[in-house]
């Protein structure tokens, strides 16, 4: 798994080889999407809360960036970070509420 | 004065905020009865089969010949087997492994970690210089199964010392159960409280008290039998949350909690379902 959260080398390949800037520049994006992703991740995981969706889509992330295509790398980084923000958004509400549910 | 006021307003805070496990208990159980005042509740160590008198039947047929049966002839055979140092299982429990189930899990005061049944085993393998077996399926829960088999009839007696490690142990089993999670935001207790006894899609829900009690269980879907802490993964993920390692601290203080849950109920493992 953790091997798939960085930029996997035939995707610095493609962005070094790549003439075009704007390819450089989406590159740079998807990193960035990648670490905020990642960053929201260990949060979720950290408050017992990740979702198995998650790291699937962050995986399927890099194996797009690893193709060069990282518009859907930073779609798909975007959507992971998104599933667990909204984990995190759970986690909060949870350690408040949850003890409501146990009968007295 | 007016100190002393405060002292005695939180004290009752802290009271009412941290059931004891016992008042726990208690309330589950009465919980269940107000739920379903006519069940015998001793009937949910038999899972969804107390509220389900068709699937109750058809697995009272499967139970003439148990699938589990060869796991627990192939369980005693690996459990007397002698480990490379001339060593056995029996060497590293109490009463020579035999009956002992009842007390799992327990919270080691030396270490300060809760200690399944499986994870004793694997310990008494790495203690005795031999490689741990795989959690979840195979040799260790064939052994579990074994130990399982010569505890029944005997009546769960997890023990919460008054150690406040133990209590905290117990109290994050507790939050994990009722804490809803996964991206369907559904906690255990959704499924097995509010929703026991019924349908879920094809299944029948079984209730949290007796939960415990039947392990590991042969499942026809797995097609072999298995531990409790595979099914805390497939409980897991069928909600979209991503299941943890098995024997991992979230899981073992989860089955220190359930398990609680079940004391002065009978085993009855190692058990069948579909």
């Given at each position: 798994?953790?091997?798939?959260?960085?930029?996997?080398?035939?995707?610095?390949?493609?962005?070094?080889?790549?003439?075009?800037?704007?390819?450089?520049?989406?590159?740079?994006?998807?990193?960035?999407?990648?670490?905020?992703?990642?960053?929201?991740?260990?949060?979720?995981?950290?408050?017992?809360?990740?979702?198995?969706?998650?790291?699937?889509?962050?995986?399927?992330?890099?194996?797009?960036?690893?193709?060069?295509?990282?518009?859907?790398?930073?779609?798909?980084?975007?959507?992971?970070?998104?599933?667990?923000?909204?984990?995190?958004?759970?986690?909060?509400?949870?350690?408040?509420?949850?003890?409501?549910?146990?009968?007295? | 004065?007016?100190?002393?006021?405060?002292?005695?307003?939180l004290t009752v805070m802290m009271a009412s905020?941290?059931?004891?496990?016992?008042?726990?208990?208690?309330?589950?159980?009465?919980?269940?009865?107000?739920?379903?005042?006519?069940?015998?509740?001793?009937?949910?160590?038999?899972?969804?089969?107390?509220?389900?008198?068709?699937?109750?039947?058809?697995?009272?047929?499967?139970?003439?010949?148990p699938p589990y049966e060869i796991a627990i002839e192939e369980?005693?055979?690996?459990?007397?087997?002698?480990?490379?140092?001339?060593?056995?299982?029996?060497?590293?429990?109490?009463?020579?492994?035999?009956?002992?189930?009842?007390?799992?899990?327990?919270?080691?005061?030396?270490?300060?970690?809760?200690?399944?049944?499986?994870?004793?085993?694997?310990?008494?393998?790495?203690?005795?210089?031999?490689?741990?077996?795989?959690?979840?399926?195979?040799?260790?829960?064939?052994?579990?199964?074994?130990?399982?088999?010569?505890?029944?009839?005997?009546?769960?007696?997890?023990?919460?010392?008054?150690?406040?490690?133990?209590?905290?142990?117990?109290?994050?089993?507790?939050?994990?159960?009722?804490?809803?999670?996964?991206?369907?935001?559904?906690?255990?207790?959704?499924?097995?409280?509010?929703?026991?006894?019924?349908?879920?899609?094809?299944?029948?829900?079984?209730?949290?008290?007796?939960?415990?009690?039947?392990?590991?269980?042969?499942?026809?879907?797995?097609?072999?039998?298995?531990?409790?802490?595979?099914?805390?993964?497939?409980?897991?993920?069928?909600?979209?949350?991503?299941?943890?390692?098995?024997?991992?601290?979230?899981?073992?203080?989860?089955?220190?909690?359930?398990?609680?849950?079940?004391?002065?109920?009978?085993?009855?493992?190692?058990?069948?379902?579909?």
């Amino acid at each position: 798994m953790k091997r798939n959260l960085y930029l996997p080398f035939s995707a610095l390949l493609a962005v070094l080889m790549s003439p075009a800037s704007a390819m450089a520049a989406d590159a740079d994006e998807y990193v960035a999407a990648l670490e905020k992703a990642q960053s929201q991740i260990c949060e979720a995981a950290t408050r017992v809360q990740l979702w198995n969706t998650s790291e699937a889509l962050l995986e399927e992330a890099a194996e797009a960036a690893a193709k060069g295509n990282f518009d859907e790398g930073i779609k798909l980084a975007n959507e992971a970070a998104l599933h667990a923000e909204l984990a995190v958004a759970t986690a909060v509400r949870e350690k408040k509420n949850w003890h409501l549910y146990v009968p007295k | 004065m007016k100190k002393l006021i405060v002292a005695c307003f939180l004290t009752v805070m802290m009271a009412s905020a941290h059931a004891t496990p016992e008042q726990d208990r208690l309330a589950l159980r009465a919980f269940f009865q107000e739920r379903f005042p006519k069940l015998d509740l001793n009937e949910m160590i038999n899972g969804l089969y107390a509220f389900d008198e068709g699937a109750r039947e058809q697995w009272l047929e499967m139970e003439d010949f148990p699938p589990y049966e060869i796991a627990i002839e192939e369980g005693e055979e690996a459990f007397n087997k002698p480990f490379a140092n001339g060593k056995t299982y029996a060497d590293c429990f109490a009463n020579g492994g035999m009956g002992v189930k009842q007390d799992f899990p327990y919270f080691d005061v030396g270490t300060g970690e809760i200690i399944t049944m499986e994870y004793a085993i694997n310990k008494c393998r790495t203690d005795n210089d031999e490689e741990p077996l795989p959690w979840l399926v195979g040799e260790l829960a064939q052994i579990a199964a074994y130990m399982a088999y010569t505890s029944r009839g005997n009546k769960m007696n997890v023990v919460i010392p008054d150690d406040p490690r133990a209590l905290a142990a117990y109290e994050a089993g507790k939050e994990y159960y009722y804490t809803r999670r996964g991206q369907l935001e559904f906690a255990c207790e959704n499924c097995h409280m509010q929703s026991a006894g019924m349908m879920l899609r094809a299944d029948r829900l079984s209730g949290m008290l007796g939960q415990a009690t039947h392990w590991p269980v042969y499942r026809s879907k797995w097609g072999e039998i298995g531990t409790i802490q595979k099914r805390f993964q497939e409980c897991n993920s069928q909600v979209r949350a991503k299941p943890y390692e098995a024997q991992s601290q979230e899981y073992r203080q989860l089955e220190y909690f359930l398990s609680y849950m079940s004391n002065g109920m009978e085993l009855n493992g190692p058990a069948s379902r579909r």
